[in-house]
């Protein structure tokens, strides 16, 4: 696991960075209750460990087999 994934608290882009979400996404993950996030002097901090944990709390993504022509 890389330095970003340990620390706790990280801001909107380094987010960006560990969980591959879009900015917007992440906004809208944070504004459904889904991310916990605070603010402090102007900047967005995501809570990293909770976010990692919601993630992989999604139900897998059903990918189907493509069938031979």
């Known amino acids: 696991m890389s330095e970003q994934t340990t620390r706790k608290m ?14 917007s996404a992440t906004y809208r993950e944070i504004a459904k209750g889904n991310l916990k996030a605070v603010r402090m002097n102007g900047t967005t901090f995501v809570d990293a460990e909770a976010g990692i944990t919601w993630m992989r709390s999604l139900p897998a993504a059903p990918i189907r087999q493509r069938q031979a022509a």
Do not use: E, G, L, N
């Open 10 to 23: 990280v801001r909107i882009p380094t987010w960006c960075t560990i969980s591959d979400m879009s900015r």
